[in-house]
Every structure is written in C-alpha cells, then in structure tokens.
C-alpha cells in the first residue's frame, strides 16, 4: 500500500507550489526554526541600529555640553583677565593725572593707561580659539622668542610659586609664635 501524505503547497517552489508534507514534523520544526532565527537576527539589527543612533546621541550631547561648559569658563576666565589689565590701566590713568600736566613722564603714562585699556578691550573681544590660533601661528613664524617667552614664564610662575610657599611657610610661623604654649595657660594661673 502507498503511504498516503497530505501535500499542501507553499507557494515557494519554481512554479510556485513547493510541495511540503504536513506529516513531517522535522520539517515542520526547521521552517519555524529558520523563521525564529531570521526574526531574531531581524530583531537584533533593529536593536544594534537603535544603540547605535543611541549612542550617537548621547556623544552628541556630552559634547555639547562640555564645549558649553568650556565656554563658559573661558568667558569667566577672559573677563576675569580683562578686569585686571582695566585695573593696571586704571592705576597708570591715576599715576599720570598726579604728574605735572605736559611731562614726557605724565604723557607717557596716560599713552601706556589708553595702550593697557586698548588690551583689555581685546582681551574682551578675542574668543579662546583666536588666542590659540594666535599662538600657533606666532610658535610658527618665531620659534626662538616664543621658546624664549615660553621659559620667561616658567621661571616667573616657579619664582612665584617658590615666594607663595616662602610667604605661607611665615604667615604659618608668625600664627604659631602668637599662639602659647599648650601648659603656658596653666603654669600662669599656678
């Protein structure tokens, strides 16, 4: 007797019917097996493409954020600097009033408080990339004197660190030396 199968077409063969037997159950279980596996690689796509974008964003938004914050702080710091050179060019501005109208000294002073004003005004206008591209370029075209300039203000920054500590080391002697002595109280009350 000739084993008797139910053929359904699947609609995917060469003519459009693949024939498939529905009493195979091992076949059946690899058709849904191959259909589970491209789901999940489907699904794991969509996933990897959402963490991706994800991912872009968040980088997007810290960058965001710290440039923000390097501004910011940029901004304080420039308008800090700028305040002091008004300061300087404030005190020359003072120096020249008190000096006989007419000098070469009380003229040179008000020339220098107008120069040192004129400084901070830029210093006020100059973005922190300006001054970086200034400096790259300035490196470029005079090496020398900016090594130079570069050791000038190391030798000043360590000259002032060195007379900070000296100056603490002191205050800290000087507070010390007032203060008495742990048993000085009550030796004197004895």
Known sequence: MADETSQIPTGSGPHGADIRTDDDPIETTRHKAEETADAVKSRARTLGDEAAHAAQNLAASAKSRATAEIDRRSSAARDGAAS???????????????MTEGTPQGEAAAEAADTVHGMADRIRETSPQDVLDATSDFARRHPAAFLAGVAVAGFAAGRFFKASARATSLQ???????????????????
Request: aromatic letters at 0%; proline letters at 6%; hydrophobic letters at 40%.
């Open 172 to 190: 800290d002697r000087a507070v010390t030396a007032t203060r008495p002595a742990p048993g000085a109280a009550e030796a004197k009350g004895a």
């Open 84 to 98: 002091a050179v008004d300061d300087t060019a404030e005190t020359l501005r003072c120096a020249a009033e008190r």
